[in-house]
């Protein structure tokens, strides 16, 4: 029985959740190759950052900025790079951080142990919380993946898309876009 309590004690005060995934944790913004950074992206490369705002701002923000009436809205957007024309498309994802809470797991253990209780904390052994990120992808008539190492126009189209990601998080109303273009 003392082994039992201090197996509980250590258990609830050293460890009491295990992270079975972690959420990236992105400063900026990130490139990487789109599946390597969630399953069902597409394998090129793709300008990732994470999106604090509610599900569907950025592309309300799209939409409005490039006026695009709810038409192709989240795959090729058009845009100019020194004259030549791109398009991005972009992906809303979600990457939660799953635990596994184990204060609520020994509480039913002891209580089913010393009452003879069924578990009634069972909805409590894991938590997930939801992180959002935007990952776009970047194309055009000459590049079929304008953001990777080789491509001549990577730098430019890198510089355009840390501008619309600035622009998109400084910005609530999108309608003030409209009127900076």
Sequence with gaps: MKRFLLTIFV????????????A??????????GKRFKKGLPKK????????????????????KFNLNDYYVDVQVPFLVDGNTCYFSFYEVEIPTKTINLI?????????KSADMNPILEDAY??????????????SDTEEDCLAEDSISREKVLSYLRKLKNEYLATDNYNEVVFKN
């Design 126 to 139: 894991s938590s997930r919380v939801g992180n959002w990120y935007i990952a776009i992808e970047v194309f």
């Design 24 to 33: 990236p944790n992105i400063k900026d913004y990130k490139l990487t190759q």
């Design 11 to 22: 258990v609830v005060f050293l460890g009491p959740c295990i992270p079975l995934r972690i």
């Design 104 to 112: 609520p797991m020994a509480l039913d253990l002891a209580l089913s």
């Design 45 to 64: 490369n793709v300008f990732v950052f994470e999106d604090p705002k509610d599900a569907n701002e950025f592309y309300d923000y799209i939409n409005t």
